[in-house]
T-cell receptor
Framework: AQKITQTQPGMFVQEKEAVTLDCTYD???????LFWYKQPSSGEMIFLIY??????QNATEGRYSLNFQKARKSANLVISASQLGDSAMYFC????????????FGQGTRLTINP | NAGVTQTPKFRVLKTGQSMTLLCAQD?????MYWYRQDPGMGLRLIHY???????AKGEVPDGYNVSRLKKQNFLLGLESAAPSQTSVYFC??????????????FGSGTRLTVV
């Protein structure tokens, strides 16, 4: 069974600093996808970035980058130059490529950006 | 606007009452999912569907039933609500996967309180 682990329940960062949110995963499937979502206090799920298991390069989307280390089974999210609006819950999730495309979520990390 | 629409957005039920949550998508997606999110936690899969007329159990299916009679709609039913079912419910959908089209679309959530 697939499993996602986020070991940081909460993080506090000064504005404009870079921040890394940790995510480790466990799967026996050779092919999978990894997602990061942001959930602000308003509650909606906002897609940030995606990494496929066979992608050669780490994914980047604006200020977001994914530090994908396949051998260590980690997919950490890096946010550069953090902003006050980055304060939110962040979820790492893994998609099974075969079958029903189910998305399995980690417990989340609450990020607070201090001015 | 194209996307996933959940109704209702809020609901308060008394223990033992029944209700149905509706998820409607207009993107012709094959796969649909119901998740629940408890305070401070990640999303857990309740039930899912890989196409019209199909449903399957997820991680936490007890106390819920689902139906997908039409491709665009995925209904989640609570036959006899319990306080443990107090949660925020999210519906999500995704198309048949390919490398160019792998994302999930989430509804805005239904906040259910059972008293």
């Amino acid at each position: 069974a697939q499993k996602i682990t986020q070991t940081q329940p909460g993080m506090f960062v000064q504005e404009k600093e870079a921040v890394t949110l940790d995510c480790t995963y466990d799967t026996s499937d050779p092919s999978y996808g990894l997602f990061w979502y942001k959930q602000p206090s308003s509650g909606e799920m906002i897609f940030l970035i995606y990494q496929g298991s066979y992608d050669q390069q780490n994914a980047t989307e604006g200020r977001y980058s994914l530090n994908f280390q396949k051998a260590r089974k980690s997919a950490n999210l890096v946010i550069s130059a953090s902003q006050l609006g980055d304060s939110a819950m962040y979820f790492c999730a893994m998609r099974e490529i075969q079958g029903a495309q189910k998305l399995v979520f980690g417990q989340g990390t609450r990020l607070t950006i201090n001015p | 606007n194209a996307g996933v629409t959940q109704t209702p957005k809020f609901r308060v039920l008394k223990t033992g009452q029944s209700m149905t949550l509706l998820c409607a998508q207009d993107m012709n997606h094959e796969y649909m999912y119901w998740y629940r999110q408890d305070p401070g936690m990640g999303l857990r899969l309740i039930h899912y569907s890989v196409g019209e007329g199909t449903t399957a159990k997820g991680e936490v299916p007890d106390g819920y039933n689902v139906s997908r009679l039409k491709k665009q709609n995925f209904l989640l039913g609570l036959e006899s609500a319990a306080p443990s079912q107090t949660s925020v419910y999210f519906c999500a959908s995704t198309p048949f996967p390919d490398r160019a089209n792998y994302g999930y679309t989430f509804g805005s959530g239904t906040r259910l309180t059972v008293v």
